[in-house]
């Protein structure tokens, strides 16, 4: 069991100290930046934000890293389970059900340029030649370690995902992101949504 010396509570409580912040506010410019026009990133096109602590105010004084994703739009994986597979009548008329209909629209896309480990390697490969012995590999994300000026970071390449949903007598998506872990777990996150999904998604892609 943890315990928490009385005498750190105070420090605990503070919020983070505007050093911290400007470093925490360089640390995100510098390796979005990074990430964002490396050439040999280019055609992942690769959006990076903030999640967790320093996105939502919420850090304290002593846990002061960085937590950004690293995603790829060019390719999305998806998800139809929460579509009807009831049949759809059209004037008396039996058509496929919603989620055939998603699924064999959804079949008729090209497949993508690239896999999701070959997006990962190249992400590592591309923050190891500009921070070099201080990106270490991790379970889920990459970790760029800090130091005088930049706060530790936690990088976390992902894949785009769509949830699909009926909303009225048509289908659409939530937005959200995937990954893998080093033990081929799949994670499936809605960072930018305010909702919990009520499923567990498929272990491997």
Not at 45 to 60: E, F, M, Q
Request: aromatic residues 12%.
């Amino acid at each position: 069991m943890a315990f928490i010396v009385q005498r750190d509570l105070p420090k605990l409580s503070l919020a983070p100290s505007e050093s911290e912040r400007e470093k925490a506010a360089y640390t995100h410019a510098a390796i979005r930046e990074h990430l964002e026009s490396d050439p040999a990133l280019e055609k992942y096109r690769i959006d990076t934000y903030l999640h967790g602590s320093y996105k939502n105010s919420t850090n304290v004084r002593g846990d002061s890293d960085v937590d950004m994703g690293s995603l790829t739009n060019e390719v999305f994986n998806y998800d139809t389970n929460w579509l009807p597979t009831a049949p759809r009548h059209d004037y008396g008329i039996a058509r496929s059900s919603l989620k055939d209909s998603v699924d064999a629209s959804l079949s008729q896309l090209p497949p993508g340029d690239f896999g999701y480990w070959q997006y990962r390697a190249d992400v590592l490969t591309s923050l190891r030649r500009e921070y070099g012995e201080s990106v270490f590999d991790g379970n889920k994300a990459i970790t760029v370690r800090g130091n005088t000026y930049r706060l530790d970071a936690d990088v976390l390449p992902c894949n785009a995902f769509r949830q699909y949903y009926q909303q009225g007598s048509d289908a659409t998506y939530h937005e959200g992101i995937t990954f893998l872990t080093k033990q081929y777990e799949r994670v499936v996150n809605f960072p930018h949504q305010h909702f919990t999904p009520s499923y567990s998604p498929p272990s491997a892609f």
